[in-house]
């Protein structure tokens, strides 16, 4: 360790122990109960003159960059803020909606992990990636991929195969891998390391993707740019929380600055029940156990209106992870039902004239419940992160592609393996 580095313009460190780690390092040896963390060269919050996502290059891994509409969006509520009683509300919309000059071409947050993350591999030697996903991270890979023409192996359970979509012709760039009979994104990051470690294949890492974290956490930076301050809360639904973790890892490196004077914006995460892993370990004070009662965990994931939301394996008790985030900035996490998420969407859309995803209205859920509990200051500000809007207002301006199967396989490992063996050996 210490004697490999990601080049001048960052390095790659334990958020534990501190010790320098390779560029594309998810994992420290000493500390594999840790997040790795990106620290930057450059310490000032400097901007280049675009307004895409690369306005933020300094504090992205990759040295390059591309030209894309892909970005954090930030707008001042007035007639949401005016309903909820709310001095200062802002809107991150991480959508598809051009009357916002919102153009993230998949249609959520997820396009501002996948070209950070690209980049930065083909930068350092990596000739392929491996991921799994629940559908939205499919999307932006499968994208990103094609404009970069970098190989990509996705591995998706069948429920979510449907959902793997692109705004351009699909290319061999991709290899969309789908679980057959299966719904569970746990089965799928399992099978998806193996067939990393199994081929060779670059893994992307997920949560432990500096690349992935700190192009979500540009949304931060964007309300930092617009309001010269932090906000005071910040609300967002989370399967992983790994979002939530960018967040708060981009407000420490604003404070860090000296220019922002804040305290870390309070976070205020969001579940869809009856699948709530990640509130149900912070408000009991234990931890995640991911294997215990799969059956149960799997229907509970089947009834939520919200299926991007549902991720058996969180990074919660890592250091620098979840829980780490919501002590830090004495957070709070909420339970939403599907008929509060779907009263939030119908609100969303008749206050701001723009539609929502699911995951979206259980964020606007939470923070209704926050205002009711009184853990939200009406006269503070607050920054709702709307990560999402589905694909309907896409749909009206861009032919939608699905990504064609490239290999259907049993859900079990070994089975997976046995097939892929063969499909590899091509």
Same mark, same amino acid.
């Given at each position: 360790m210490g004697e490999e580095a990601a080049g001048t313009k960052l390095r790659i460190v334990c958020a534990k122990c501190g010790d320098t780690l390779a560029p594309l390092a998810h994992v420290c040896p000493r500390c594999p109960d840790a997040l790795p963390r990106a620290e930057y060269a450059e310490k000032r919050f400097v901007m280049q003159d675009r307004g895409d996502i690369f306005r933020f290059a300094a504090w992205l891994p990759a040295e390059a960059t591309v030209e894309t509409t892909i970005g954090p969006t930030v707008f001042r509520s007035e007639?949401?803020?005016?309903?909820?009683? @709310?001095? !200062? @509300?802002s809107v991150a919309f991480s959508g598809y909606a051009p009357e916002v000059t919102a153009r993230n071409v998949t249609g959520t947050f997820k396009d501002f992990e996948a070209l950070p993350t690209l980049l930065y591999l083909r930068e350092h030697g990596a000739t392929g990636v491996?991921? *799994?996903?629940?559908?939205?991270?499919?999307r932006a890979f499968a994208y990103a991929a094609g404009v970069l023409g970098f190989p990509t192996t996705i591995v998706v359970p069948e429920a979510a195969a449907a959902s793997v979509w692109v705004p351009a012709r699909p290319t061999e760039d991709v290899r969309l891998i789908v679980l057959a009979?299966?719904?569970?994104?746990a089965t799928a990051i399992r099978l998806a390391g193996a067939i990393a470690a199994?081929?060779?294949?670059?893994?992307?890492?997920?949560?432990?993707?500096?690349?992935?974290?700190?192009g979500m956490g540009t949304t931060i930076l964007e309300y930092a740019r617009i309001e010269r301050r932090l906000p005071r809360h910040y609300v967002q639904a989370v399967?992983?929380?790994?979002?939530?973790?960018?967040?708060? !890892?981009?407000?420490?490196?604003l404070q860090a600055t000296g220019e922002f004077g804040d305290p870390a914006p309070q976070l205020h995460l969001a579940q869809?029940?009856?699948f709530t892993p990640i509130h149900d370990a912070w408000t009991a004070g234990e931890e995640i156990e991911p294997e215990r009662d799969v059956e149960g965990q799997l229907r509970r994931i089947a009834a939520i209106t919200a299926p991007v939301l549902a991720n058996r394996t969180p990074p919660f008790a890592l250091e620098g992870g979840v829980?780490?985030?919501?002590?830090?900035?004495?957070?709070?996490?909420? *339970?939403?039902t599907n008929s509060e998420i779907e009263a939030a969407q119908r609100l969303f859309e008749e206050r701001e004239g723009l539609r929502i995803g699911p995951e979206s209205g259980a964020a606007l859920a939470a923070l209704c419940q926050g205002l009711a509990l009184g853990w939200i200051d009406r006269a503070e500000s607050v920054l709702l992160h709307v990560t999402g809007n589905g694909d309907a207002v896409l749909r009206r301006d861009v032919a939608l592609r699905p990504v064609p199967v490239w290999r259907r396989v049993p859900p079990e490992r070994d089975a997976a393996l046995q097939a892929l063996d063969r499909a590899f050996a091509r």
């Open positions: 007639q949401l803020a005016e309903t909820l009683g @709310l001095t !200062e @509300l491996v991921l *799994a996903s629940a559908g939205n991270t499919a009979k299966s719904a569970d994104y199994r081929y060779g294949i670059h893994p992307e890492g997920g949560a432990r993707n500096v690349a992935r974290r700190d399967g992983s929380g790994t979002g939530a973790i960018a967040a708060w !890892e981009a407000a420490l490196r869809n029940v009856p829980r780490a985030a919501l002590r830090a900035t004495g957070g709070h996490t909420y *339970a939403v």
